[in-house]
């Protein structure tokens, strides 16, 4: 018999057995909990007994020990996620996510979560509910239990319930018990620079995004400013968003954004727009992702050549992709169209690309290009204005 099989039924005796992998496996966390507050109790007890009876050197060797015991006791109940790899490579640790088909576990044994590809992973079984996202847009929330060596399905195990899902359906897993902000909050920030001597120009650009998600919600902040001078000439634009993304069940969602834009090139002093729309997730899988939405807007105008505001209303079409390639290689393009309502024969169109090179963790290295025109502008300026940049980008 195991030392803590003999401790446990001289505290409790009987056929039962706690902190031993058979009382794990059968889910006798009551047995597990009552012997561990009978492990303080004694603890506790031998500690004040033994404070009146020996001396002082003695006693501070009994409250060194005594501060060891319930810091190894603190952490004796808790249990581990397990993740085994199709080479036989057993991990264990806590297991922080899946994304982009990289599943995240964070060790003892190294300072950065690990990065595993999900097609390697053969095993998972986690102590603690997760968050799961299928590629259908379903959301469940459970213990998970995968095994591609038996059926290959994924097991949710949710309210004594038990759903399987093959491996390939997965396309998202997040924590859900003790979430910490870092587990809702995407930052990104990048940085170009330019300088030519032949005719003093100087370019530069600064982007800045941040995405906080819940459980179905999700908030994204996006800001952009470029400025160039050549000689004494300068010329810049400028971009602030903020959304808001409400996912239903079946990939569908809806989508409410606000946005502030500026460019001297097409001598707009600023442009304010209310958007609303409905979209769709087309395809959702690990390795790329495609969604279409539309609805209306409503522009609010100033230009720099005129005192008068103008105001307009459109319709929209946006399709988005993102796909994520092999060696940290990211694409990503974004195309809307705008149809006036007000505006007879006015049509905006808006396309932006990024092609990303994660080099280094949370350091990426990208090349970015963003196309803007106006069929009809209230005022006389210029109907097209584009930015190519080089930049240097760095993520949490």
Not at 81 to 91: A, E, F, N, Q, S
Not at 276 to 296: C, E, H, T
Not at 362 to 376: E, Q, R, V
């Amino acid at each position: 018999m195991r030392r803590n099989d003999a401790l446990c039924q001289f505290l409790l005796p009987g056929p039962k057995y706690c902190f031993t992998k058979q009382s794990i496996a059968a889910g006798n966390k009551g047995n597990q909990a009552l012997c561990k507050n009978l492990l303080l109790f004694y603890a506790l007890l031998v500690y004040f007994e033994a404070l009146f009876l020996f001396s002082a050197t003695m006693k501070k060797l009994i409250v060194t020990f005594s501060i060891l015991l319930l810091l190894t006791l603190k952490g004796f109940g808790q249990m581990a996620d397990t993740i085994v790899t199709k080479k036989g490579t057993v991990l264990s640790g806590e297991l922080v996510s899946l994304s982009r088909g990289v599943l995240l576990l964070k060790t003892d044994y190294a300072f950065d979560p690990l990065n595993l590809k999900w097609n390697e992973i053969s095993l998972i079984k986690t102590a603690k509910r997760f968050k799961l996202f299928s590629r259908k847009g379903f959301l469940y929330i459970g213990r998970l239990q995968l095994d591609t060596l038996n059926g290959k399905a994924v097991m949710s195990v949710i309210a004594d319930s038990t759903l399987q899902l093959n491996k390939d359906e997965i396309v998202e897993i997040n924590r859900f018990e003790n979430q910490k902000l870092s587990d809702k909050l995407a930052l990104r920030a990048d940085i170009g620079y330019t300088q030519i001597k032949a005719n003093k120009s100087i370019q530069m650009s600064l982007g800045f995004n941040a995405a906080y998600t819940a459980k179905r919600w999700l908030l994204n902040l996006d800001y952009f400013s470029y400025g160039a001078m050549v000689d004494t000439v300068s010329n810049g634009r400028g971009s602030l968003g903020l959304g808001v993304k409400y996912i239903f069940p079946g990939n569908w969602f809806i989508v409410g954004q606000g946005n502030f834009f500026s460019s001297t090139e097409q001598n707009i002093d600023l442009r304010k727009t209310a958007l609303l729309g409905l979209g769709n997730f087309l395809i959702r899988r690990d390795k790329n992702l495609l969604y279409i939405n539309a609805g209306g807007t409503f522009n609010d105008e100033k230009f720099t050549t005129s005192a008068e505001k103008f105001k307009s209303s459109e319709i929209f079409g946006n399709i988005h992709s993102e796909l994520y390639l092999v060696r940290g290689i990211d694409i990503l393009n974004e195309l809307i169209l705008y149809q006036s309502l007000s505006e007879a024969g006015r049509f905006r169109v808006y396309f932006n690309s990024d092609i990303r090179l994660n080099f280094v963790r949370h350091f990426s290295f990208g090349l970015g290009g963003t196309l803007n025109t106006d069929s009809k502008p209230p005022v006389a300026s210029n109907k097209t204005d584009y930015i190519l940049n080089i930049k240097l980008g760095w993520k949490l």
